[in-house]
């Protein structure tokens, strides 16, 4: 059964609008700090696997939950739900409710022109013996055929009358940013003073989950190390001395002259336009010892010490 809910987790994809939320009255679900922080660790790793780099993820938000309804000789009966998650209007992952975990599928079918008769919509997803139909209150779009095994599954015939009284209709709207989780702010996030060569500086960085975070452009312009970004593909390049590292927002994994380098536990973010790294990682990368006054929360830079381990 678990299988049927992924592949409809993919097909949920084609059908969802991507307008302007409508107020429906459908219950709002509240994911703990543990469970965003879950489903932030998939979609860090989805974006290293299959090299998303079009948007930041940081900008996710959960919609509220939608069933999903099998048909069966006795009439529809709810069989999952799923949690999507959107960016900027538009549906991207989504997240398969099992009862036990929360699992990302990022299957992407390219149905476009089927999914335009259901923008704006408030709608429901049905799959009986045979098929996947997308239902909006008045007409049935077919969207694929997918046989389904249950014992107690029928054929719909959506020529016929069909008692629809069980379905609920839901349209997209977003009940909870995952930024926090995505930034891994938990409470008491707090500021971290940034001294260089002694003296202290106008920027700072967080100290956030256990890691502090300080900010890439202004350390390099203390050593005097060009930086380049490219807005379309997220990619971040640093020129120092002999060598060139690339990095990309939201990926962990940076290199060195084309050599690939330890993975960064915590991956360049961005926040308020400013992109941030982690301090030991950040350091390395720039040949700069580093010593952290954990009661002061501040940070000590020295240029051209031996570089910290990564």
């Given at each position: 059964?678990?299988?049927?809910?992924?592949?409809?987790?993919?097909?949920?994809?084609?059908?969802?609008?991507?307008?302007?939320?409508?107020?429906?009255?459908?219950?709002?679900?509240?994911?703990?700090?543990?469970?965003?922080?879950?489903?932030?660790?998939?979609?860090?790793?989805?974006?290293?696997?299959?090299?998303?780099?079009?948007?930041?993820?940081?900008?996710?938000?959960?919609?509220?939950?939608?069933?999903?309804?099998?048909?069966?000789?006795?009439?529809?009966?709810?069989?999952?739900?799923?949690?999507?998650?959107?960016?900027?209007?538009?549906?991207?992952?989504?997240?398969?409710?099992?009862?036990?975990?929360?699992?990302?599928?990022?299957?992407?079918?390219?149905?476009?022109?089927?999914?335009?008769?259901?923008?704006?919509?408030?709608?429901?997803?049905?799959?009986?013996?045979?098929?996947?139909?997308?239902?909006?209150?008045?007409?049935?779009?077919?969207?694929?055929?997918?046989?389904?095994?249950?014992?107690?599954y029928a054929v719909?015939d959506i020529y016929?009358?069909?008692?629809?009284?069980a379905l609920e209709?839901?349209?997209?709207?977003?009940?909870?940013?995952?930024?926090?989780?995505?930034?891994?702010?938990?409470?008491?996030?707090?500021?971290?003073?940034?001294?260089?060569?002694?003296?202290?500086?106008?920027?700072?960085?967080?100290?956030?989950?256990?890691?502090?975070?300080?900010?890439?452009?202004?350390?390099?312009?203390?050593?005097?190390?060009?930086?380049?970004?490219?807005?379309?593909?997220?990619?971040?390049?640093?020129?120092?001395?002999?060598?060139?590292?690339?990095?990309?927002?939201?990926?962990?994994?940076?290199?060195?002259?084309?050599?690939?380098?330890?993975?960064?536990?915590?991956?360049?973010?961005?926040?308020?336009?400013?992109?941030?790294?982690?301090?030991?990682?950040?350091?390395?990368?720039?040949?700069?010892?580093?010593?952290?006054?954990?009661?002061?929360?501040?940070?000590?830079?020295?240029?051209?010490?031996?570089?910290?381990?990564?």
């Amino acid at each position: 059964m678990k299988k049927f809910s992924y592949l409809l987790a993919a097909l949920l994809l084609l059908v969802l609008p991507g307008q302007a939320w409508a107020a429906e009255a459908q219950e709002d679900t509240y994911l703990t700090m543990e469970q965003q922080q879950e489903i932030v660790r998939q979609v860090k790793q989805i974006g290293i696997r299959v090299g998303v780099a079009s948007y930041n993820p940081a900008k996710l938000q959960v919609s509220c939950p939608m069933p999903i309804y099998a048909y069966t000789e006795e009439g529809f009966r709810e069989n999952g739900r799923l949690l999507p998650l959107l960016f900027e209007e538009q549906p991207l992952f989504f997240v398969v409710d099992d009862g036990d975990s929360y699992t990302i599928n990022t299957t992407i079918y390219d149905w476009l022109l089927q999914a335009k008769a259901a923008v704006g919509k408030p709608f429901a997803l049905v799959w009986d013996r045979n098929s996947v139909y997308f239902y909006d209150g008045k007409s049935w779009l077919l969207l694929h055929k997918l046989s389904h095994t249950g014992p107690d599954y029928a054929v719909l015939d959506i020529y016929q009358p069909i008692d629809t009284a069980a379905l609920e209709l839901c349209k997209l709207r977003p009940v909870q940013s995952l930024e926090d989780a995505y930034f891994e702010r938990w409470p008491g996030e707090e500021e971290v003073a940034v001294y260089f060569a002694g003296e202290k500086q106008e920027t700072h960085g967080w100290l956030t989950g256990g890691r502090t975070l300080l900010p890439l452009r202004d350390l390099c312009n203390m050593l005097d190390i060009s930086v380049d970004y490219d807005e379309a593909t997220q990619q971040i390049t640093l020129n120092n001395r002999q060598d060139v590292y690339t990095l990309r927002l939201n990926d962990c994994q940076a290199s060195c002259n084309g050599r690939q380098l330890a993975l960064m536990d915590v991956p360049p973010q961005e926040r308020d336009g400013v992109t941030y790294l982690p301090m030991r990682y950040l350091a390395g990368l720039l040949q700069l010892e580093v010593q952290w006054d954990e009661a002061a929360r501040r940070v000590d830079l020295q240029p051209d010490g031996q570089a910290t381990k990564r």
